[in-house]
């Protein structure tokens, strides 16, 4: 069975988008971590990504804590 390790910029940010979610299989992970080496404008999405993921949970905190 052969694995398609490379991706395109649309099934990356898919895949970024998804991981928020969900924990990605061996062959997605290691496709995305090599589209991210080799994309110029992924790597931002995916820092974004992160970036809003850990506000999110920031948010989440603080409204729990304080029943706003």
Excluded: N
């Excluded at 940010?13 to 998804?18: D, K």
Aim: some cysteine; charged content about 30%; proline content about 3%.
């Amino acid at each position: 069975m052969k694995i398609p390790l490379r991706r395109t910029c649309l099934e990356a940010s898919r895949l970024i988008t998804g991981r928020v979610d969900r924990e990605l299989g061996l062959a997605d992970r290691v496709a995305l971590r090599l589209h991210l080496m080799a994309c110029r404008a992924c790597p931002g999405f995916d820092r974004q990504v992160r970036l809003m993921d850990q506000a999110m949970g920031r948010w989440r905190t603080y409204v729990e804590r304080d029943g706003i």
